[in-house]
């Protein structure tokens, strides 16, 4: 691509797009404005879980705990201490400190008003099993509580610390209508507060000056407001970026990024959380492909991927690190020994001869239908194309998606996978191996066991070591194979300061985003 043969595209998708003009923010008025890729709905996570709202809440709400995620650690946020009474209980001592932003202060009552919440059959929450470990949440004081849970639960801190944002019971509790709370003017204790949500317009923030219990995981960024716009359409957020109505993009597609950061005052981020992208093959041979259920095909086709390439088309040289397993080290619960199967299409082709296939066979890829997505599965065709393995690739809506994984017709898919959000291994166990039949792909037993096992063991050695035998067997059969990173990507005037590569799903926390 030309340097800037995206500008003369874009600009005309500006004309006519009411959005706030260049004049209007820049640092020299303390004010960051931020494209949204969807409409507003509010700022809940609970009701509208998407990667927009995880950031929004994360800047007005705080969660009893915070995970640093540079130095690998939990650290304390509305609770200054927390201790394991036993395997299944938690006790924490909250901060009597803090007020939450119409003035009322914060106490044990907003903890256990939270959960009692979220674990009421009455309440329509869309991922509710994130919180279905915990039994009760009991009172012990003013500013103590303990979290009782109906099973060890190993992952119960990073739960807490991830997505677990505390509401008040002063002010959510007394109203019916929580979408229209989330959406009119909600409170929290975070580092900034709410000063209008228009749907068709924006949310505006503004930094909550009384803020100062983040410590090290969590500090107050240093910009005074943030306007978050509603723009959907990915050319016109491209467009307001080129002329000044936006500071800062997400995921523009790294050409793009190239692009716009060959014009003065514009930088790339790109930063490494938990996201990947990765392969998963039926098997089980549910999709009607007989040749998949061979392990020496499942080999050949790991060993044609050439991920040394995925890696360079997703980064294009930068440092970023490519998994080695279907885990990030960093995270609870990931080990494992064996290798990933080395780039070999001679190899690759031997095996298929020996299974009956030396000419090959055809199949089909499933992806999603965004770039990334379908760019990686076309990459990986085109190189089994090299074995004799005619691939296609399928980009697919997620409902039409869930209709056909139930219905068992995905051969093949490549696409990201989140690795969870979080440094656990719960969620990447949860959604892949300790699934439903009719989620399963692989018909292994042994490998749904151990994955169960995994997220009931309290002691982190013996977890691991479960850990292993998932990861390994995994690799050994040739069910899944990371095919490379998913680093986050933002776009951005030279203004900001942007630390990529938080482990939430939108890629930055609030506190990653200053004005330098």
Request: proline residues 5%; contains cysteine.
């Amino acid at each position: 691509m030309k340097p800037f043969s995206i500008v003369a595209t874009v600009l005309g998708a500006a004309v006519g797009v009411c959005v706030a003009s260049a004049s209007d923010a820049q640092k020299s008025k303390d004010t960051m404005r931020l494209g949204m890729n969807s409409h507003i709905q509010g700022i809940t996570y609970y009701l509208d879980p998407n990667p927009n709202t995880v950031f929004q809440s994360e800047a007005i709400q705080d969660n009893l705990i915070i995970y640093d995620e540079k130095n690998y650690k939990f650290e304390p946020l509305l609770a200054k201490a927390w201790r394991r009474i036993d395997d299944k209980t938690l006790e924490f001592d909250l901060r009597d400190d803090i007020k939450w932003h119409d003035g009322e202060k914060f106490d044990a009552d907003d903890v256990a008003y939270t959960f009692k919440w979220i674990l009421d059959p009455k309440s329509k929450i869309r991922f509710k099993g994130n919180w279905e470990f915990i039994e009760r949440v009991e009172k012990m004081g003013p500013f103590q509580v303990r979290i009782h849970a109906k099973q060890p639960t190993p992952y119960d801190l990073t739960r807490l610390a991830y997505l677990s944002t505390i509401e008040a019971e002063h002010a959510h509790g007394a109203v019916e209508d929580k979408i229209a709370y989330a959406a009119g003017k909600p409170i929290g204790t975070g580092m900034y507060k709410v000063v209008e949500i228009d749907r068709n317009k924006h949310i505006l923030l503004e930094r909550n000056k009384s803020y100062n219990h983040g410590g090290v995981a969590k500090p107050a960024s240093n910009i005074g407001r943030l306007q978050i716009i509603p723009i959907l359409d990915s050319g016109t957020q491209v467009a307001q970026f080129l002329i000044g109505g936006i500071d800062i993009l997400r995921d523009p597609g790294l050409s793009t990024a190239e692009d716009l950061a060959q014009k003065p005052g514009v930088e790339i981020a790109m930063g490494q959380g938990t996201s990947f992208m990765y392969m998963a093959i039926d098997a089980k041979g549910r999709a009607g492909v007989p040749a998949l259920t061979d392990v020496r095909v499942r080999r050949a086709l790991m060993m044609a991927v050439n991920r040394a390439d995925i890696l360079e088309f997703v980064t294009h040289g930068r440092k970023i690190p490519a998994p080695k397993a279907m885990c990030w080290d960093f995270q609870a619960g990931c080990a494992y020994s064996r290798a990933l199967y080395p780039y070999d299409p001679d190899g690759a082709k031997k095996l298929l001869a020996e299974a009956g296939y030396p000419n090959g066979f055809e199949l089909e890829i499933t992806t999603f239908t965004n770039q990334s997505n379908k760019s990686v599965a076309q990459i990986v065709a085109n190189q089994w194309s090299k074995i004799g393995v005619k691939a296609s690739v399928a980009p697919t809506e997620i409902g039409a998606y869930r209709k056909k994984q139930g219905d068992g017709k995905i051969q093949v898919i490549v696409t990201g996978w989140p690795g969870g959000g979080n440094p656990d291994t719960q969620g990447t166990i949860e959604f892949i191996y300790d699934v439903p039949e009719s989620r399963d792909y692989t018909g292994d037993q042994m490998l749904k066991d151990l994955a169960a096992k995994s997220l009931t063991v309290m002691d982190p050695q013996e977890r691991q070591n479960i850990g292993r035998q998932v990861f390994d067997r995994s690799t050994e059969l040739a069910y899944f194979m990371p095919v490379g990173p998913g680093p986050s990507l933002f776009v951005h005037t030279s203004e900001l300061s942007v630390n990529a590569g938080a482990f939430s799903a939108f890629g930055l926390n609030p506190q990653g985003l200053r004005w330098k």
